[in-house]
């Protein structure tokens, strides 16, 4: 998992973003990634960062969208249709 200045050439207007979050298959479903990306938004909070950001593809949609995660906008992007998604952590810049 990264938390990168830019994820999407497209919308370098949107910083930061959470990036590369991957759990191994045999560990799925345990909550794990749930964890992994709470405490990234925890950090970006304490940092005052005030927005996160996310490029995710359709089949992980639902599951950030379980996290308080909105959806911004459908866009291209390497060629695959992703879903952008943002988060409001509760930090003020």
């Given at each position: ?21 991957f759990?191994?298959?045999e ?67």
């Amino acid at each position: 998992m990264s938390l990168v200045v830019h994820e999407n050439e497209a919308h370098k207007d949107l910083s930061p973003w959470l990036a590369n979050v991957f759990v191994l298959p045999e560990r799925r479903n345990q909550g794990i990634g749930s964890l992994l990306v709470q405490r990234v938004v925890e950090e970006c909070k304490a940092l005052r960062v005030p927005t996160l950001y996310l490029e995710t593809l359709k089949a992980q949609e639902a599951f950030y969208k379980r996290l308080g995660w909105e959806a911004v906008e459908q866009a291209l992007y390497r060629g695959q249709q992703v879903m952008i998604m943002a988060k409001d952590t509760g930090g003020s810049a």
